[in-house]
């Protein structure tokens, strides 16, 4: 499956993105997530939902972000906000067959959109 995101942007603090990820094929047997990695960092998990439409989410979202799916569009969102100036980094969707947070878990990945806030 390949992955395409968009909707990222530069953004002040206190703002709101809403990331896409569109899918080439149907999601409907994976987890889709989102990633992100700011420059020197590792990767780290922000949100992922599965078959069962449970979210889990990073202990840093607190509630500040959201995830969810339109199936039939073959999209994953992220809405995101709140934002401060340690969410920003490059946005990565992923899909994998277990749902969680950890990177190993997914091996198919999108290109990532930047998201700044300053």
């Known amino acids: 499956v390949q992955l395409v995101e968009s909707g990222g942007g530069s953004v002040q603090a206190g703002g709101s993105l809403r990331l896409s990820c569109v899918a080439s094929?149907?999601?409907?047997?994976?987890?889709m997530a989102w990633f992100r990695q700011a420059p020197g960092k590792e990767r780290e998990g922000v949100a992922s939902?599965?078959?069962?439409?449970?979210?889990w989410y990073a202990d840093y979202d607190l509630g500040r972000f959201t995830i969810s799916q339109d199936a039939a569009e073959k999209t994953t969102f992220l809405q995101m906000n709140s934002l401060r100036p340690e969410d920003t980094a490059m946005y990565y969707c992923?899909?994998?067959?277990?749902?969680?947070?950890?990177?190993?878990?997914?091996?198919?990945w999108g290109q990532g959109t930047q998201v700044t806030v300053s």
């Open positions: 094929s149907s999601t409907a047997s994976y987890c």
């Open positions: 992923a899909a994998g067959v277990r749902c969680g947070l950890v990177v190993a878990d997914f091996a198919y």
């Open positions: 939902i599965g078959w069962t439409l449970k979210p």
